[in-house]
């Protein structure tokens, strides 16, 4: 029996990745097997999309490869080659001929329209369930300028993951990151951002000033990081649409780093060293009221709020060795939460509160791992020479971090991988790249 593709890709999406056929049974004639995370691709078909009134054939295609490359970038879906198509789709508007499709096991089919409205691009697009010879909902429109034909393509594939999964996209999303250059120990690093998938990339910072940990405000129009300009590392904010900074703390004889932004925009969490002790503290960019969080000789780093900005999970060496804990916004009821081997470090809050991301080092080898937000459900995702600072998609379902590779002279690499473990890949970069931050949907 065929599976419709709705249902085979939306019972993909648990954390757990189990044999799900009996719980289908129960309610559905519907029956898959997911064994040990395997996970066979759902089968798309995306005809080139059909060019309108004075639209150059270029950008029909080239949008039709983003969507598909971004689709198939997920490893849930395989996109069927244009030589097995027996039909053409020439009329947008026209009857789908279904049984074509479903001769190539095409699951699901994606046709669409780009055309030019004065300085804009027009798409549209239909998305339908093969098998089951309907349209899943009705097609949508989207419209921008033409140099923006990128982000139009993403919003589609967005859109089709959505309506596919049940879940929120992450295509048209952005990455602010530290590009390197040069020899391992004449490291030039400056703010670089790009498009999700390494296109379009430009920089933020000019590499005379080393800088560090970037982070995405929620609403993505201003950036946090950590900059040497003034000899000791300082927490500055970056305003994107202005390209103005500011220098967010400046005590005397202190070190401030390791910044995050709460849920609302409006506080920033972050940690100071003075007088060799390192601690986190939170500031309100409001009204300037800075707060310490927590205290002690132990060093307190690398804070993330919870998506509700009601919890702060951090790492502290105050139990001996590098572990992870929980407290509350204001710095009390602290709950260690990471007991197994090794050292923990830079923990990442899910955008659906429901897990924390983390690197690990253990018996020689790095990781980026997950666990439950009270520590339990641990799993280990990658491994290798040296994996670090992990940063989650808008959606929740795949991390992104950076990776150095024994050989490569200290040059670091950014990857992705699902939250199950799978489709681990590379994003291409100009240079070598560090320090991921992802940012939400545009908007």
Known sequence: MRVSFFFAIATLLPLQLINVSAALA?????????????IEPLPFAIPNFIAENTVSNEYPQ???????????????????????????????SASVQFADWKAINAQALITGTVAISGDNLVVQFRLFDVFANSELGQ??????????WRRMAHKVADSV???????????????????????????????AIMD????????????????????????????????????????????????????????TGTMSFSPRFAPDGQTVIYSLEQGGNTDIYSLNLDNGEVRRLTSGPSI?????????????????????????????????????????????????????GDLIAFSKQNRGRFHIGVMRVDGSEERLLTASFLDESPTWAPNGRV??????????LGRFSLYTVDISGRNLKQVLTPAGASDPSWSALQK
């Open 26 to 38: 129960q309610s559905s004639p519907l029956r898959i097997e997911i064994t040990q995370g395997v």
């Open 62 to 92: 080239n949008i039709s490869r983003v969507i598909a490359n971004d689709l198939t970038g997920t490893g849930l879906f395989r996109e069927i080659p244009e030589t097995a198509f027996i039909s053409q789709v020439r009329d947008f």
């Open 139 to 148: 097609g949508l429109q989207f419209t921008g300028p033409i140099s923006t």
């Open 161 to 191: 993951y959505s309506r596919i999964t049940g879940e929120g996209g992450y295509f048209d999303s952005r990455i602010v990151f530290v590009s390197e250059t040069g020899a391992k120990g004449q490291r030039q690093k400056r703010l």
């Open 196 to 251: 999700y998938d390494g296109e379009n990339v430009s920089y933020l910072t000019d590499a005379e000033t080393l800088v560090l940990v970037p982070r995405f405000s929620p609403d993505g129009d201003r950036i946090l990081y950590t900059s040497y300009a003034t000899g000791n590392p300082r927490i500055h904010e970056l305003y994107l649409n202005s390209s103005q900074s500011r220098v967010l703390e400046q005590s």
């Open 300 to 352: 307190d780093t690398a804070p993330s709020f919870s998506p509700d900005g009601s919890r702060i999970v951090f790492e502290s060496d105050r139990s001996g060795g590098q572990q992870l804990y929980v407290m509350s916004v204001t710095g009390e009821q602290v709950q260690r939460i990471s007991f197994g081997e090794g050292r923990y470090g830079t923990p990442v809050w899910s955008p659906r």
């Open 399 to 408: 991390i992104m971090f950076a990776r150095e590779t024994r050989g490569e």
